[in-house]
């Protein structure tokens, strides 16, 4: 069975920086695609980036030019950079991942932004 992990998530002021990991139990390359979602207090959970097996990369509006998904050359870890925090991204982020048609979900990790 897959599994992934995040972690990096914390508490920052506004303007701050954060830096998401993602580890996953196999080989990154081997999912379709790798997403990053989140999910706010009273909100619905929200497709925050993703990148396909080839490394192509789509992100929500509220976040391009602040966030930048990447992952490792080799290896099994996607990351999620998140530059020029608001008090707006404050929630849960999770990790996603498809393998074939199933699909995988970390247990998420708490980001908070204070103004």
Same mark, same amino acid.
């Given at each position: 069975? %897959?599994?992934?992990?995040?972690?990096?998530?914390?508490?920052? *002021?506004?303007?701050?920086?954060?830096?998401?990991?993602?580890? $996953?139990?196999? @080989?990154? =390359?081997? =999912?379709? /695609? /790798?997403?990053?979602?989140? *999910?706010?207090?009273?909100?619905?959970?929200?497709? %925050? $980036?993703?990148?396909?097996?080839?490394?192509?990369?789509?992100?929500?509006?509220? %976040?391009?030019?602040? =966030?930048?998904?990447?992952?490792?050359?080799?290896?099994?870890?996607? =990351?999620?950079?998140?530059?020029?925090?608001?008090?707006?991204?404050? $929630? %849960?982020?999770?990790? @996603? $991942?498809?393998?074939?048609?199933?699909?995988?979900?970390?247990?998420?990790?708490? /980001?908070? /932004?204070?103004?």
């Amino acid at each position: 069975q %897959v599994q992934l992990v995040e972690s990096g998530g914390g508490w920052v *002021q506004s303007g701050g920086s954060l830096r998401l990991s993602c580890r $996953a139990s196999t @080989n990154i =390359f081997s =999912f379709k /695609v /790798v997403a990053w979602h989140r *999910q706010a207090p009273g909100k619905e959970r929200e497709l %925050v $980036a993703s990148m396909t097996a080839g490394g192509s990369t789509n992100y929500a509006d509220s %976040v391009k030019g602040r =966030f930048t998904m990447s992952r490792t050359r080799a290896g099994n870890t996607v =990351f999620l950079q998140m530059n020029n925090l608001e008090p707006e991204d404050t $929630a %849960v982020y999770y990790c @996603n $991942a498809y393998l074939g048609t199933a699909g995988y979900w970390g247990q998420g990790t708490q /980001v908070t /932004v204070s103004s």
